[in-house]
T-cell receptor
Framework: NAGVTQTPKFQVLKTGQSMTLQCAQD?????MYWYRQDPGMGLRLIYY???????DKGEVPNGYNVSRLNKREFSLRLESAAPSQTSVYFC????????????FGNGTRLTVT | RKEVEQDPGPFNVPEGATVAFNCTYS??????FFWYRQDCRKEPKLLMS???SGNEDGRFTAQLNRASQYISLLIRDSKLSDSATYLC?????????????FGDGTTLTVKP
């Protein structure tokens, strides 16, 4: 059982480049999330999708877009990468929006130079 | 003020010690509470949910104090393998239901 799968694991971008982080879950969860984590800090929510077909901004949405492609997949896009977006990105899913615990992917380590 | 606050530590304790972490939250509409464990450069993993009556899982005990708006995690008989960062998380009712807000984490190092 794979759980939450993120790709890629590592990525280096130049300022201004774009990329899409992919996330898929096989637990039939309704809600999915994208967080970023900077050194010594907790997780900050970028965007979330409470259910298929809906997306909402989190705490730090600027510079990002998301797509909930279907119930399984939730992608995060950086249209024009900036050094401030250097971070570790975690995708997560939960059974529902009623306060179920989160299941995280392994993370994507992104460096923007 | 952050919505969820934790003492960052680090907590350095000898093996066998008992250690407690607190986490305060500011939004009284918070409904669900969790402790996660994060090892260095890895993803957070659920350690335990926190229930109103308090709950225990082996050496770990979680408590919720709604009146004072904090949750706690007690680790008894610490093991070397308990060394990690512990993140508390809360989620709340209403339009923002379901999404979790995390504290910055408390780092624990257990030494021989």
């Amino acid at each position: 059982n794979a759980g939450v799968t993120q790709t890629p694991k590592f990525q280096v971008l130049k300022t201004g480049q774009s990329m899409t982080l992919q996330c898929a879950q096989d637990m039939n969860h309704n809600s999915m999330y994208w967080y970023r984590q900077d050194p010594g800090m907790g997780l900050r929510l970028i965007y979330y999708s409470a259910s298929e077909g809906t997306t909402d901004k989190g705490e730090v949405p600027n510079g990002y877009n998301v797509s909930r492609l279907n119930k399984r997949e939730f992608s995060l896009r950086l249209e024009s990468a900036a050094p401030s977006q250097t971070s570790v990105y975690f995708c997560a899913s939960s059974l529902d929006r009623g306060g179920s615990p989160l299941h995280f992917g392994n993370g994507t380590r992104l460096t923007v130079t | 003020r952050k919505e969820v606050e934790q003492d960052p530590g680090p907590f350095n304790v000898p093996e066998g010690a008992t250690v407690a972490f607190n986490c305060t939250y500011s939004n009284s509409a918070s409904q669900s509470f969790f402790w996660y464990r994060q090892d260095c450069r890895k993803e957070p993993k659920l350690l335990m949910s926190v229930y109103s009556s308090g709950n225990e899982d082996g050496r770990f005990t979680a408590q919720l104090n709604r009146a004072s708006q904090y949750i706690s995690l007690l680790i008894r008989d610490s093991k070397l393998s308990d060394s990690a960062t512990y993140l508390c998380a809360v989620s709340r009712r209403g339009t923002n239901a379901g999404k979790s807000t995390f504290g910055d984490g408390t780092t624990l190092t257990v030494k021989p």
